[in-house]
């Protein structure tokens, strides 16, 4: 499973001195494209090729608040969600701990040069059964 260490930013917190929950999509995001460059995914490669990657699902559960500087760690897993979705699991772990702080589901998909989503083999080649 990929995995990226982060540290909070004390501009990422609110009022209430917890990171935003608006600010873990950031988090997200970041792994997954992290994760996806791992495998040798360019989002820039690819939408110059007219195909391109987007989420069109977020599933996110909230277990607990991460504070200013607490270290944590993004996991990225990927599952088929159907033909042409694609499933990224993601948890946000508190690594003083490890306690899991979110779970996620977000789901992608790839559109082709005509807009309509299409199976994406990089996608096919990344999920592991």
């Known amino acids: 499973m990929f995995s990226i260490e982060m540290q909070v930013r004390d501009h990422e917190c609110d009022l209430q001195g917890v990171v935003n929950n608006a600010v873990y999509m950031n988090y997200l995001e970041h792994a997954r494209h992290q994760y996806l460059h791992s495998l040798g995914i360019n989002f820039a490669d690819y939408t110059a090729q007219q195909i391109h990657l987007m989420l069109v699902r977020a599933e996110l559960d909230f277990k607990a608040s991460l504070k200013p500087n607490d270290v944590f760690k993004v996991t990225v897993k ?17 690594l003083a701990d490890d306690k899991v702080m979110l779970k996620a589901k977000n789901i992608g998909v790839a559109l082709n040069p005509n807009g309509k989503p299409t199976t994406f083999k990089p996608f096919d080649d990344a999920i592991q059964d």
């Open 78 to 94: 990927m599952e088929r969600e159907s033909r042409i979705k694609y499933a990224f699991i993601q948890e946000v772990i508190r």
